[in-house]
């Protein structure tokens, strides 16, 4: 015998409570199946949702086997068919079986009751019962069934609603990160422009003549500034590019102490202080994209001139286990803790830094390295200078997918 409605009241309040308390519907089930024992007799237990994803059909998403269940292998001890009715009909259903139950063989008798679970939008799916070999079920155990339905039918419109709501915090943080893209940019595009937009003007003004000097001044700042205005704009359509994965690499054989030698050649003409030392012992070749690996060595010889103007750079490749490593430091001022931290974001820039810059520069390095399998890695402290580090694999084909 069950005890009556008012002695179980506790357990109902339990179940309620279990259901609105918890964030995670499995354990939600788990800690409910043992009070719902309390109030309702069943020997398996499942419960079936309505898949979008598989077109309607009903699937089986949690269940539960106790006692004589534990044994059971009958076919069907989960009342998929069962919960299929209920779930189209979305209506109750009982399933006895045809014959009585021989005592000895229950496990062969399932007696099934199937129970719709009721949402705003419509039926979500089934809760199933199996007793073996009976006892039938009585109007008041189907209504504590029908209880217990209903707690089971909110705890996944929660879930679904908790979906939903984490689905929507998505895509606000995308509709954030965009606004803020924007607004970067906008602010990235306009200062450049101002400076060529006001110098020219002022240039071509008629009532005033400008002596030689001055039209040269000027004239070198548009051009400055044209040029940042081009690295600007080559730097988002390169980040543009390796956020929808379309900047290709093309993988050869390249040697790094070959490649490094070249780079420090040709950067030496373009800054005059350039101050490098290279320790680079021959290496075998690694399979890598030169361009895109020369790419992110002038970036940093390039943020060395402007960020560490006059400091001494120091490149050192070893060879690592299954690559290849590239230690570039500077000896300038260096990066603090809570900016270093974020220089690879996009649009990172150090407050107050002095030099045009876009922040993007650091960001598609590591994305570059990245693409290789490897990976860009920064190390400083104030007035210590700043450490690169560039991990590079000698074979990246088997983890580099795509590109
Ligand atoms: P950008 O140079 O266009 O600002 P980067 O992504 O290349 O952007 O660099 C991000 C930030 O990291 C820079 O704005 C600068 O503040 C800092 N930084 C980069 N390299 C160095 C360096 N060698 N020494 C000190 N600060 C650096």
């Not at 202080?273 to 895109?292: E, Q, S």
């Amino acid at each position: 015998m069950l005890p009556t409605f008012e002695e179980n009241a506790p357990d109902y309040l339990k179940i309620a409570e279990i259901v609105i308390e918890h964030d995670d519907w499995k354990q939600a089930l788990d800690s409910v199946i043992a009070v719902v024992r309390s109030v309702f007799l069943f020997d398996n237990m499942a419960l079936f949702l309505n898949e979008a994803a598989s077109g309607g059909l009903t699937e089986v998403v949690y269940a539960r086997a106790i006692g004589r269940g534990r044994s059971a292998e009958a076919d069907g001890a989960w009342g998929a068919e069962v919960a299929a009715q209920v779930a189209t009909q979305n209506h109750l259903m009982v399933k006895t079986p045809d014959s009585t139950t021989p005592r000895s063989e229950r496990v062969l008798f399932p007696y099934y009751l199937g129970l719709p679970l009721r949402a705003p939008q419509g039926c979500i799916g089934a809760l199933i019962f199996v007793r073996y070999g009976g006892p039938t079920y009585a109007q008041t155990q189907i209504q504590r069934a029908q209880y217990i339905a209903t707690q089971f039918s909110s705890l996944f419109e929660r879930k679904r609603l908790l979906e939903l709501v984490a689905r929507l915090k998505d895509a606000q943080h995308q509709v954030d990160l965009q606004e803020t893209f924007i607004a970067t940019i906008s602010h990235e595009l306009r200062t450049p422009l101002g400076f060529i937009k006001g110098y020219s003007t002022t240039l071509l003004r008629s009532d005033t003549k400008w002596d030689e000097p001055t039209r040269r001044e000027f004239l070198t700042i548009i051009d400055e500034e044209a040029d940042h205005l081009k690295e600007l704009i080559e730097n988002m359509l390169e980040s543009a590019r390796l956020q929808s994965n379309t900047l290709s690499m093309k993988f050869q054989a390249i040697r790094l102490d070959g490649l490094l030698r070249d780079v420090i050649l040709r950067n030496q003409s373009r800054y005059k202080n350039l101050k490098v030392t290279l320790d680079a012992p021959v290496c075998p070749p690694i399979l890598a994209d030169g361009v895109r690996v020369t790419q992110v060595i002038e970036n940093l010889i390039s943020n060395a001139a402007k960020y560490a103007p006059d400091a001494p750079i120091t490149i050192h490749l070893s060879e690592t286990e299954g690559g290849q490593r590239i230690l570039f430091s500077d000896q300038g001022p260096g990066i603090a803790p809570e900016h270093l931290a974020h220089i690879f974001d996009k649009f990172y820039r150090v407050p107050g830094q002095s030099g045009s810059g876009s922040g993007l520069g650091l960001y598609i390095c590591q994305q570059i390295i990245r693409a290789h399998g490897g990976d860009l890695l920064a190390r400083s402290s104030l007035g210590q200078g700043v450490t690169f580090i560039i991990n590079l694999l000698t074979d990246p084909r088997n983890i580099v997918t795509g590109g």
